[in-house]
């Protein structure tokens, strides 16, 4: 790695010991491969307390210091900065005096935003330093109280949101369109679609019984019930579901895919993906929400090791060869490859995807959505972009023996292929495609890295308590012995707090990362069963997700409650 010449805060850093010369090197070079503010880095990965770098930084560049938590963002002026620059540059307004804005920033070094916001504003910009993490949030509750649209949606406003299908092809709907076009079952759909987007929920689920109706909303991995309608609304709510996301009404026998955008402010949308399921009693709809920001957040808000994300970032760089990314449907697959792809997305290079369906834009990237109706199935989508010149091609899930002897050949031909399978582990990834009928030789010489991994609820960092838990207990869970004396491990408080959800906030990933290494590549090439592969994957220093959780547990980061209930020994 080439040494640079640090100056100002990084600089500061080192001089009062705050960082050792060759952290802050690395750490100011990982930012700018990253593209992201050198401060974002430093707390993301927890270099520095976010204050002791406001502090720093305050007395550096003469910049005066604000607490945002005493801040009212009902008095910050609205309208003046658009979101668009607020999320690239990492900066909200807080006052406006005349013809003078005042806004909020960590890294008073980042020059390029103050120059853009004064060129799109034509106001003199001054900035006031603020702590990183608490920028963090006062961002999203400032867009929340702006431009989402969110907060000024009551009940009287809900029949008229912008919604619509993504594929409206669909011009006549029928008798039963109207029967859906009720204002009370229209009112309580996008009541239900905005309290799942306002709650952080990823899936919505519509269940008729024999007696009841259910509508559920997964948030944190959970499912909680959230809402019981009459039963005699069933066909009404899943006529008006169908309506929007432009599938047939009148088809009820068959499984049914859709999807659907619903604008809520001007700069603003959220995408559904959404399936019918006929069952004993009606159609179970499950709406999927998709984040078009979640490839934004950056590796280091994944949650993996320092190790993992170290033999991650090495396989991206590669010219060529396979990294497979596997684990149960909503266990973040599609993040991790984007997150990958948002590194890599460069002028320089052409990447293509096929997946079905696209479940994240990403301008710069040829994205495909796979229809086998149409005769567009991975392995078509596959043979095109081999055409076209690619430099990495990613395909949404390996399926069968032909997409996945494809993906194989092209792997071996100067590409890089990122894709998925729906296995347990990294271990069992091989074996499944060993069973698929892939050569071992050509899985041996192409996959370069396996990423397996779960979602585990965090704990609320405002709320979670200390847990005592025997030292015999922590070693049949799997501690070494070392960690068992030395653990402090922490649960979430029996009732939670204002900022949580019983004790639990957000999520994190577990990960089990592994490079093929020499000794895999040997058993892989003698068929060895998942049981040996995993086995010589332990030798080789590779954790695996139930190692890599219990990390997490004595890091404080989440429960091992939770580890337990996301991994398996």
Request: charged share 25%; proline share 4%.
């Amino acid at each position: 790695m080439s040494r640079i010449m640090l100056t100002g805060l990084a600089k500061r850093l080192v001089d009062d010991n705050l960082l050792d010369e060759e952290t802050a090197q690395s750490a100011y070079q990982e930012a700018s491969k990253q593209k992201i503010p050198f401060v974002t880095h430093l707390v993301q990965s927890d270099l520095v307390k976010p204050l002791d770098v406001a502090r720093l930084a305050s007395e550096e560049f003469g910049s005066p210091l604000m607490d945002l938590n005493s801040f009212d963002f009902e008095i910050a002026p609205k309208d003046v900065v658009d979101e668009k620059l607020i999320r690239k540059h990492h900066t909200i307004p807080l006052f406006k005096r005349g013809t003078r804005l005042f806004i909020a920033v960590s890294d008073p070094t980042n020059l390029a935003a103050l120059d853009e916001i004064r060129f799109n504003t034509g106001l003199n910009i001054d900035s006031v330093l603020v702590e990183e993490d608490k920028l963090n949030t006062a961002i999203e509750k400032f867009l929340d109280n702006t431009d989402d649209g969110l907060s000024d949606l009551d009940d009287e406003g809900l029949e008229d949101l912008d919604i619509s299908s993504v594929d409206d092809d669909q011009d006549d709907k029928g008798p039963a369109a109207s029967e859906a076009d009720d204002a009370p079952v229209v009112k309580f759909v996008n009541k239900m679609l905005l309290s799942a987007i306002k709650g952080g929920s990823s899936d919505l689920h519509f269940e008729p019984y024999e007696k009841t109706y259910r509508v559920r909303f997964r948030t944190d991995g959970v499912l909680h019930e959230t809402a019981k309608p009459p039963i005699s609304l069933a066909p009404r709510i899943s006529s008006r579901l169908k309506i929007m996301s432009s599938m047939d009404i009148s088809e009820r026998r068959k499984p049914q895919d859709g999807r659907i955008k619903m604008r809520i402010s001007k700069t603003k949308s959220i995408d559904f993906r959404v399936n019918t399921c006929p069952t004993l009693w009606g159609e179970k709809i499950v709406l999927r929400i998709l984040d078009p920001t979640s490839a934004q957040m950056g590796i280091d808000s994944l949650g993996y090791e320092e190790e993992q994300k170290a033999l991650y970032m090495d396989a991206l760089i590669q010219p060529q060869g396979m990294i497979l990314v596997t684990g149960p449907t909503g266990s973040g697959k599609t993040v991790s490859l984007y997150t990958g792809l948002n590194i890599l997305n460069t002028v320089e290079r052409n990447i293509s995807t096929a997946e079905d369906p696209v479940e994240i834009n990403l301008e710069g990237i040829n994205q495909v959505n796979v229809n086998p109706k149409q005769g567009m199935d991975f392995a078509q989508a596959l043979r095109a972009f081999l055409r076209q010149d690619p430099d990495i091609i990613m395909v949404g899930e390996i399926r069968d023996l032909e997409t996945a002897s494809i993906a194989i050949k092209a792997a071996q031909t100067g590409h890089m292929v990122m894709s998925t399978l729906h296995t347990n582990s990294a271990a069992e990834t091989l074996t499944r495609l060993l069973n698929m009928g892939v050569p071992a030789f050509n899985l041996a010489t192409t996959v370069n890295l396996i990423i397996a991994q779960r979602l585990a609820r965090r704990l609320c960092s405002n709320c979670k308590q200390k847990v005592d838990i025997p030292e015999k207990t922590l070693l049949e869970e799997g501690f070494t012995p070392e960690q068992a004396k030395s653990a402090e491990l922490y649960g979430p408080s029996a009732k939670g707090c204002e900022k949580c959800n019983k004790g639990y906030k957000g999520r994190v990933g577990i990960y089990e990362v592994v490079k093929i290494t020499p000794a895999l590549s040997r058993i892989i090439m003698e068929e060895g069963n998942s049981i040996q592969i995993a086995e010589v994957a332990d030798k080789e220093g590779f954790s695996n997700l139930r190692k890599s959780g219990l990390l997490k547990a004595l890091q404080g980061v989440t429960s091992l409650e939770e580890v337990n209930r996301v991994t398996k020994d």
